[in-house]
């Protein structure tokens, strides 16, 4: 299973998904900072299959229909940043669904994943990434679980891994650095977080109009 995960930046890089679709096959594309209102039903041979609606700026999902069936599908609203109460830029960070894999008879669980931005505290982040994983599990109990994204956590990440460890998961950084618009702030805030799936890589693809580069995973069931 091959799926993307990309940052638009503001929907600055949405014109890039059909060539990023067509070059990379992928089977799940899982998209942030997108104009809900301005994406197409179809990239490709990959459907739509939700988008969030509580704000212009959100995430999206799109699902190879000839490969999977669309279970259900959930939008997670998570605690807030102090930058969120006061811009409001998001509401839900999550978007989850439960997909049924044709081929191989299984159910897993697969979602876009965004942050709160880097004027917030670490600690709100992996408290965040915790809420997300658990909301996400009520799609399905003890289905295989992955979740992939914008984590805008640039340092300290051991914490995280810890964090994440400890809930269950494993987490798995990209083989390079995701996000490039500030040198300070350059490194891996892109990457994926899974329980019941064998992460065989993370690889950074190359940057388009985005601060953010895309990634592309390759999964498969344990």
Do not use: W
Request: charged share 25%.
């Amino acid at each position: 299973m091959k799926v993307i995960s990309y940052n638009l930046q503001k929907h600055r890089a949405a014109g890039e998904l059909v060539a990023l679709a067509s070059a990379h096959d992928p089977d799940i594309l899982c998209l942030q900072e997108c104009d809900v209102a301005d994406l197409p039903d179809r990239i490709g041979d990959l459907a739509l299959a939700d988008a969030t609606q509580g704000n212009r700026l959100g995430l999206a999902m799109f699902y190879r229909e000839s490969a999977f069936h669309l279970q259900g599908i959930r939008t997670i609203e998570l605690k807030k940043s102090l930058h969120d109460r006061i811009a409001k830029p998001a509401h839900e960070r999550v978007l989850g669904a439960r997909l049924r894999d044709i081929d191989a008879g299984r159910e897993f669980i697969a979602a876009s994943f965004h942050a709160a931005p880097l004027t917030a505290l670490n600690s709100l982040r992996r408290h965040q990434i915790r809420a997300a994983l658990t909301e996400l599990a009520t799609l399905g109990d003890r289905l295989p679980q992955l979740m992939v994204g914008d984590y805008n956590y640039p340092v300290f990440k051991e914490n995280l891994g810890k964090t994440v460890r400890e809930h269950g998961y494993a987490l798995t950084m990209s083989d390079d650095h995701t996000y490039t618009r500030y040198r300070v702030f350059r490194g891996h805030y892109d990457f994926a977080t899974s329980v019941g799936f064998e992460i065989e890589r993370v690889t950074t693809l190359p940057q388009g109009l985005s601060d953010h580069r895309p990634i592309l995973v390759t999964a498969r069931f344990d």
